[in-house]
């Protein structure tokens, strides 16, 4: 039995199932419990008071991902899923099903909004029958090539182009008198991405993190970073009570499965210092708390402050932080807890249930993609694909699941240096990243190929270059649509 507490609202929820049958699979947990790890049988039990039917669909939405997480060491049998999505259809009749359900019933359109929810949160790659298992927990991309690592020594331009980038953000951050005409000239310098070596610093000030006045950083940086550690003195211990420890299991259970095939994200002293960002986050943050995904969302942080203080030719991917002396530890876990609470700051509803900020978000996609590009649109409803069944990760985790972790860090150099970048921008370059992708998903001829294909992009080779044809599209969308509010509303 599921038990979720929602405040005033409670949900129940038990499913009652063979598992061996297809259409219910299908419908309750696509592809991914294809693989027969389940048990087989569950029971559905549905009790909801005073749910409206937006919640409803939230709730439904939250039971149908409960276990991404926090099932121990499951795992997908890669060879049958590889081959189960696309024998759904060819199978399905000549299974039975028996599904008993206590409680009103539920339409197919529900069924199918449950079932596609659990890819929400999940990423995975179609992988070759030979092929090793894979976790359940969808990995983030960026690692697999080294990209990351060529990237500390890679620029956007050529070398001699940079050099005079560098004297030019050089020339702005150290001057110790900041107007806000220096800011704007800074934030249209970084635009197009910032170099490697003054990341830190820069992200640090657009952060609003550090002050633009360089004789006060030191003096800033020393008393956040003595904050955030008298914090974590004065709270972390409350992890423990019963009021917190769900809270700090849920963290504890989601560090693990962030990135379990980097050695950099399986050492203990990282994630240590993810669980104590995260729980000290949520506990001065209790209106919202902590939500599945905000881990993520720590991990470009603590990556560009980690680059700081290590050598360029190191691999970042397998560093031993260990090896760094407390002081530069307790700098990366601060910075990156002061970062990402400016971060989430500007897009608190996204995670404030029932996460409006992401619903609302959601339906401003759909309203630009009915207008920019009717046809994809059109074909999307042809097949009853509906866009929270993808675009609630792509809001959720800011893109994190779909592109390598250095594309998204040169992204988020753009998000930066744009007012609300997190909040407003990223739904044009969602609507941008769509649109890149239109002519490929309308080749796919029904309801399974779409998922498939929106759950599995091919952007594993996306580099600075597709960042910076992204964020010019999605900032003629922006220019486009951006306070024409009534073109989303009608």
């Given at each position: ?92 009749k000549a299974t039975t099903q028996t599904v008993h359900f206590i409680g009103p019933p539920l339409n197919s359109y529900l069924n199918r909004v449950r079932a596609l929810q659990r890819l929400a949160t999940q990423k995975g790659e179609v992988f070759s029958e030979n092929s090793s298992c894979q976790p359940i927990y969808p990995?983030?991309?960026g690692f697999e090539t080294d990209a990351l690592n060529r990237k500390r020594n890679q620029t956007p331009h050529d070398s001699s182009e940079t050099d005079h980038r560098i004297k030019r953000i050089l020339n702005l951050i150290d001057r110790d008198q900041f107007s806000e005409l220096d800011r704007e000239e800074l934030q ?303």
């Amino acid at each position: 039995m599921h038990h979720f507490n929602f405040r005033e609202n409670i949900l129940e929820l038990t499913l009652k199932v063979n598992i061996t049958t297809v259409p219910f699979v299908r419908q309750f947990y696509t592809y991914n419990l294809l693989s027969k790890v389940m048990p087989c049988s569950m029971e559905l039990h549905l009790n909801i008071h005073h749910v409206s039917e937006c919640d409803f669909l939230y709730y439904i939405f939250l039971f149908s991902v409960s276990d991404a997480w926090s099932v121990d060491d499951l795992r997908i049998n890669s060879e049958v899923a590889q081959s189960s999505a696309r024998s759904v259809l060819d199978h399905h009749k000549a299974t039975t099903q028996t599904v008993h359900f206590i409680g009103p019933p539920l339409n197919s359109y529900l069924n199918r909004v449950r079932a596609l929810q659990r890819l929400a949160t999940q990423k995975g790659e179609v992988f070759s029958e030979n092929s090793s298992c894979q976790p359940i927990y969808p990995c983030l991309p960026g690692f697999e090539t080294d990209a990351l690592n060529r990237k500390r020594n890679q620029t956007p331009h050529d070398s001699s182009e940079t050099d005079h980038r560098i004297k030019r953000i050089l020339n702005l951050i150290d001057r110790d008198q900041f107007s806000e005409l220096d800011r704007e000239e800074l934030q249209r310098e970084c635009w197009t991405g910032i170099p490697a070596k003054l990341r830190p610093r820069v992200w640090r000030l657009l952060s609003g993190y550090a002050p633009f006045n360089k004789s006060r950083v030191d003096q800033v940086l020393k008393q956040k970073r003595d904050e955030y550690f008298n914090l974590v003195e004065q709270y972390f211990h409350t992890r423990f009570d019963e009021s917190h420890q769900d809270t700090f299991r849920q963290i504890h259970i989601d560090i693990p499965r962030m990135c379990p095939l980097i050695p950099l994200f399986q050492q203990k002293i990282v994630q240590e210092m993810f669980e104590r960002i995260l729980y000290i986050w949520a506990y001065r943050h209790q209106g919202s708390g902590y939500v599945q995904g905000m881990n993520d969302l720590v991990t470009p942080f603590f990556i560009v402050f980690l680059s700081e203080w290590i050598s360029p030719d190191s691999a970042m991917d397998s560093f031993e932080l260990t090896s760094l002396e407390n002081e530069k530890l307790n700098a990366i876990e601060a910075d990156s807890y002061w970062c990402i609470t400016a971060l989430l700051r500007t897009i608190q509803t996204n995670y404030t249930s029932p996460q409006s900020g992401i619903h609302e978000k959601i339906d401003a996609l759909k309203a630009l993609m009915k207008k920019m590009n009717s046809e994809l649109d059109q074909h999307l409803q042809k097949h009853q694909v509906e866009y929270f069944q993808f675009a609630f990760r792509w809001m959720n985790n800011l893109l994190m699941r779909e592109i390598p972790l250095s594309a998204t860090i040169r992204l988020w150099d753009t998000y930066l240096c744009i007012t609300n970048g997190f909040a407003n921008f990223h739904l044009y370059v969602c609507a941008a990243f769509l649109r890149y992708w239109s002519k490929e998903i309308q080749k796919q001829p029904d309801f399974q190929s779409i998922l498939l294909f929106l759950q599995n992009l091919p952007t594993q080779q996306w580099d600075d270059d597709k960042i910076k044809v992204l964020t010019a599209d999605a900032y003629s969308l922006m220019e486009m649509f951006s306070g024409a509010k009534r073109h989303l509303a009608n």
